[in-house]
């Protein structure tokens, strides 16, 4: 039988492929990638096919249509180092059954109240931003907002406030992050030996693990029933053998939600200012509509409908950096895609930042443009064009809650402030396992005359 004709693809090195340039610039190389050959791509990828998709059709028959034959590829291998088989890393029948207990925890009613402790910690925020205001001191944007969205995950998840370990997240979390990001492409052998790096990093895990087990002892201990993920975890009953879950597991999905629930969304907040200082008319288009539907009121989850140019700015802002840049999947058997057979144990790939840029989907696709997400444009895009928050069976759970906590912050930043990026300043995307503005954002925070 002939071999199989795969789609073009750039040639690489033998038996390698093209991991060198995957691990020093992926981001690069599946642009051109998706530039040179067309919509679906050939990329070998060490011992693996891989398969580089930017047609929504494709992308959906992976994610939706046909995901029974798709798991988590093996680059998901480091974050389980990290966060364990939680709901982010695991598979089949458990994923399933840990997916239907987390999701009434994300129900709108439920929204509806974590929009009340997301207001109030971004209130708590701001009040500490006043001193800052008045010096004119520069803040570190990204970790402020990193500080923000962990005090949020963690009230709204586990119904805490981090208190004194705050400290150990703060310092444990960066650390853990960017030893999985820059390992993401390595192989196990590469993360045990005794290097400083890993060295730090298993230091840090066990650090940040003794938290999220007194987080869990505690609430055993004291039989607490917060209406929260963690006591709907907690609560939990296997059907067949009525056992609840194990401390280890219990660790798995905290430390998930931890990561998931934060990361990306403080990303998704810090790219949007960046955006904006420098689009001057949409950010005075948000403070305008932030003033004329809540003035100077408490922003809640009722006004969020109410803020549309709050909410396209953000979705322009996850278009151009999305905090998850990139997911793959490794195909369970042979597959058809794009006209081409996709043998079994293939890595798919697709890439948000990279779909999000074809000009074919996104006319002029450079430009900061947040009317690309008026209903009228919204309406013609293929489902699969715009996929921040992935898609299919295993789409983030957390997209909702995502874009409401990210909503109201914006309105109560834009109630009190205008935040000024220190000019001069060289910010690159930086994919580690999601997209940071590197080395960071310095910015002054304006007052705004009421
Ligand atoms: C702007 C913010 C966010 C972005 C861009 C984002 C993006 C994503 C993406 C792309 C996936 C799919 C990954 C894949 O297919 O491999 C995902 C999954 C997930 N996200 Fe999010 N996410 C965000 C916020 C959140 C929040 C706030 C939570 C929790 C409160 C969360 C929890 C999760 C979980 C648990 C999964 C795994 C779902 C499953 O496989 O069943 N995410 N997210």
């Known amino acids: 039988m002939p071999a199989p004709a795969f789609p073009p693809g750039p040639r690489g090195y033998p038996i390698i ?14 642009l ?57 890393t695991s598979e089949d029948s458990f994923w399933l059954r840990q997916r239907r207990l987390a999701q009434p925890a994300f129900h709108r009613q439920r929204l509806v109240t974590m929009a009340e402790a997301m207001v109030s910690c971004t209130e708590q925020k701001l009040e500490r931003w006043d001193r800052a205001a008045s010096s004119g001191e520069i803040i570190d944007l990204v970790a402020e907002m990193m500080a923000l969205t962990q005090a949020i995950i963690v009230r709204t998840m586990f119904s805490t406030d981090l208190g004194a370990t705050a400290e150990v997240v703060n310092r444990t979390w960066p650390i853990i992050n960017r030893r999985i990001g820059e390992t993401f492409w390595s192989t196990k052998l590469e993360t045990t030996l005794p290097l400083p790096a890993n060295r730090r990093m298993r230091n840090a895990l066990h650090e940040l693990e003794t938290v999220v087990y007194r987080i869990i002892a505690d609430r055993r201990q004291t039989r607490r029933d917060e209406p929260d993920l963690l006591s709907m975890f907690l609560s ?20 998930t939600m931890l990561l998931a629930g934060h990361e990306t969304t403080s990303l998704a907040l810090s790219w949007t200012y960046y ?31 109410q803020l549309p140019h709050v909410r396209q700015a953000i979705e322009e802002s996850l278009r151009l950096y999305p905090p998850a840049w990139g997911f793959s999947r490794l195909s369970l058997g042979e597959d058809e895609i794009g006209g081409y057979q996709v043998p079994k144990g293939s890595i798919v790939f697709v890439i948000p930042f990279m779909v999000h840029r074809r000009p074919n989907l996104w006319p002029d696709p450079e430009r900061f443009d947040p009317d690309r997400f008026t209903p ?51 910010i690159r995307p930086e994919p580690l396992i999601t997209l940071r503005p590197s080395p960071g954002i310095r910015a002054r925070l304006r007052r705004r005359p009421h």
């Not at 053998?241 to 280890?248: H, L, V």
């Not at 420098?278 to 009121?297: F, K, L, M, S, Y």
């Open 32 to 88: 051109d990638a998706a530039d040179r050959y067309g919509t679906v791509a050939y990329l070998k990828a060490g011992p693996y096919h891989g398969f580089l998709l930017s047609n929504p059709a494709d992308i959906k028959h992976v994610l939706q249509d046909n995901a029974r034959n798709y798991h988590k590829s093996p680059l998901y291998e480091r974050l389980k180092d990290g966060i364990g088989n939680g709901l982010l």
């Open 17 to 30: 492929g093209v991991l060198p340039q995957l691990r020093s610039d992926p981001i690069r190389t599946f």
């Open 275 to 305: 955006l904006l200082s420098q689009h001057p008319e949409v950010e005075q288009g948000i403070a305008d509509e932030v003033d004329r539907v809540i003035g100077g009121g408490r922003p809640g989850f009722a006004h969020v409908e």
């Open 376 to 426: 009228e444009h919204e309406s013609v895009r293929p489902r699969f064009a715009y996929i921040p928050f992935g898609g299919g069976p295993r789409g983030c759970i957390g997209s909702q809650f995502a874009m409401v906590e990210a909503q109201l912050i914006v309105a109560a930043i834009a109630q009190r402030y205008r935040i000024e990026l220190v000019p001069g300043q060289q």
């Open 236 to 255: 939990a009953r296997d059907d067949e053998t009525g056992t609840g879950m194990t401390d280890r597991q219990l660790r798995d999905e905290v430390m």
